[in-house]
């Protein structure tokens, strides 16, 4: 991006324009710069205040509100350049920065210039992997933010959900999205649209992978598009790069190699036209993942080596943890046996350091699940453990499958070694065995799947990462019979988690699974006691069973349990849940995908209702009259797409 004259201007024509009025106009361009993701246009923008950009800006005879400012400018930009270029101390030094415009912000009581600031920091504790810092200054930010500040406070949601995804916490992300939804809607600005459009499509594109979810896959690929028609109207073309890396992950994780490439090549290109080497090497990074899906490992191995390379000159521990697993994966498959395990356990160390749990956690099962046989049970047993309680608030579909998996591993190895092992010297050796140890392990995974499920077999199986639930039942019938107790006592508990009308209390119970093929069942979620009502007379008086709920949280409680609806109606303004993340989370439920969905809302959210998954929107209370054929309608559309 070519320099404007104006920019220019403040800084040479001395004699009619104030040192105050300069510094103000260069930092406003440099913003605008920042947001066209020009780095280097933007730096030059704030020269005159910052020539030396390994030193401090110079403030002399700034007013402080001014000086703030400026420092919030001048860090803001090391931390993106640092990014960019893999500049050794970039992050610390623009958190320096940072904080001090945080205080003289607050010395002044300026509470927006403050908040921004801290999103600005969060940013840079996150790129160095630091989540809990990160959403402490995105929680103060917040705090502190007016609401008429909207897209200042989407800014800060958007973040916040970012490093939720990071941390596999899908769902807390998804709700900060969700609340960003409406602010980002109003906004004008597309670079900010853009980045929303961005990461709820990374969301979605980590909720689709492991088990190649169609529908989410589909929103994804929408949330992608919609990014980079706002990036390219924002002119930024280093985030259309980084869309473009996106798609190129997502059509790995999915085995579509072909399109991994072609959007992958694209990054690259783009990457390296803007000189940005630390991004172009986390597309190369993903570029190996991809060859070595392939089959094709010595060019993976030379690109994973490359990307650590890159990465290593810069402060981005989280990404370079992911960088070192991938090329530890890498050295495994060729035979290299204790090079991988060396770089494995340096990306652990890297993503522990930093405060990455979920990071050395998958690092820690690449070692079991790429090098088991290689090292002793005991040792494997102990980084197991570890694996587990790193990766015990994960929400990623895929971690729970590779968690079994590496269990299976552990026993396979154990029955061919046919040996007992001893426990640690601080334990004793006597009456120890490994391979039950071991055994006991798999079992509590089990059993905190079955628990989370609220005894679903089903669900839990998808939790555990299985394509079928048939393959937990047998795990069940042979090596874990006593937890068949668990499961039966929780669905026991299942008809009690929500309170039905008087009408309704009889068919709750399991006989109800009995009813004529003829009677439509449906499930009601509503707090408003006189909508709840109205509704179910309406539905009622025309031959359906009506189960009711008032919150949300219950209602998905319900939902994945057994019990069969064919459809479901939801309100937008819930306790516990509310409806649209109600809509997404039930849309996750594998049993429940096909299930048609109405939102009955007096919200005015129809475009996020789409999003979200449903089938039709209502506005109340004006539309209840057309709640009952917009029933048939869905019912009958979804009948024609089954058959």
């Not at 860090?75 to 940072?98: M, Y």
Request: proline share 3%; glycine share 6%.
């Amino acid at each position: 991006m070519k320099l404007e004259p104006q920019l220019v201007t403040p800084q040479t024509d001395t004699g009619s324009i104030t040192l105050a009025d300069r510094a103000e106009l260069s930092c406003h361009l440099a913003k605008q710069f920042e947001k066209a993701g020009d780095y280097e246009a933007a730096c030059e923008a704030v020269d005159e205040f910052w020539p030396n950009r390994k030193g401090p800006p110079k403030l002399e005879g700034l007013e402080d509100s001014i000086a703030a400012e400026v420092l919030l400018r001048v860090g803001a930009l090391a931390g993106w350049q640092g990014a960019s270029d893999q500049t050794e101390d970039s992050q610390e030094t623009a958190k320096n920065l940072l904080t001090r415009s945080i205080e003289i912000f607050e010395r002044v009581r300026d509470s927006r210039g403050a908040a921004e600031a801290r999103a600005d920091l969060a940013l840079c504790y996150w790129r160095e992997g630091s989540l809990d810092e990160a959403r402490v200054n995105l929680r103060m930010a917040l705090a502190s933010l007016a609401d008429n500040v909207s897209d200042l406070r989407a800014i800060v949601l958007i973040r916040a959900g970012l490093v939720e995804v990071d941390a596999e916490r899908l769902d807390q992300a998804l709700h900060f999205y969700n609340q960003a939804a409406s602010l980002v809607e109003q906004s004008q600005d597309h670079a900010l649209k853009g980045s929303f459009h961005f990461e709820y499509g990374l969301v979605l594109r980590r909720l689709a992978a492991p088990e190649n979810r169609e529908d989410y896959l589909d929103r994804a690929l929408v949330e992608y598009a919609a990014s980079s028609f706002h990036y390219e109207q924002a002119k930024n073309i280093r985030a259309v790069a980084r869309v473009e890396n996106n798609l190129g992950f997502l059509y790995f994780t999915i085995g579509q190699y072909k399109d991994a490439h072609f959007h992958l090549d694209r990054a690259r290109h783009l990457f390296l036209k803007l000189k940005d080497i630390g991004t172009a090497a986390q597309v190369d990074d993903t570029r190996a993942r991809t060859l070595l899906a392939q089959g094709h490992v010595v060019e993976a191995e030379r690109l994973a080596r490359a990307a650590v390379r890159v990465l290593e000159r810069g402060d981005q521990q989280a990404i370079l943890a992911e960088a070192l697993t991938t090329h530890g994966i890498v050295l495994a498959r060729l035979g290299h046996h204790q090079r991988s395990k060396a770089l494995l356990e340096r990306a652990i160390k890297v993503a522990e350091t930093t405060g990455d749990l979920q990071g050395a956690g998958r690092a820690k099962l690449s070692i079991i699940e790429e090098l088991g046989d290689k090292f002793p049970a005991q040792e494997l047993v102990s980084v197991y453990r570890s694996a587990i309680e790193l990766l015990k608030d994960s929400q990623d579909p895929s971690t729970g499958g590779r968690l079994i998996g590496c269990a299976g591993k552990l026993l396979d190895l154990l029955l061919a070694m046919e040996t007992k092992a001893p426990m640690p010297a601080d334990h004793g050796w006597e009456g120890f065995s490994l391979k039950k140890f071991v055994r006991n392990e798999e079992k509590a995974i089990i059993e905190r799947a079955l628990r989370d499920a609220e005894g679903s077999v089903s669900k839990a199986a998808h939790m555990l990462g299985f394509k079928h639930h048939q393959s937990l039942i047998s795990l069940l019938n042979t090596r874990h019979k006593d937890l068949m107790k668990a499961r039966s006592t929780v669905r026991k508990r299942r008809r009690h988690l929500i309170a039905l009308p008087k009408h309704a209390k009889k068919n709750a119970s399991p006989a109800s699974e009995s009813r004529p093929a003829s009677q439509i069942s449906v499930l009601h979620v509503e707090d408003h006691e006189v909508v709840a009502r109205t509704v179910a007379e309406i539905l009622t008086n025309q031959g359906m069973r009506v189960d009711s709920c008032i919150n949300g949280s219950t209602a998905l409680k319900l939902l994945k349990g057994a019990t069969h609806y064919d459809l479901i109606i939801v309100d937008n303004n819930l306790p516990g849940l509310n409806g649209l993340e109600l809509v997404m989370r039930t849309r996750g439920i594998a049993h429940r995908r096909a299930t048609p969905i109405i939102m009955l809302s007096g919200d005015d959210l129809e475009r996020d209702a789409w999003r979200a998954g449903v089938d039709a929107f209502l506005r109340k209370p004006e539309a209840i009259d057309k709640i009952f054929p917009t029933v048939g309608r869905v019912l009958k559309d979804r009948k024609r797409k089954s058959n």
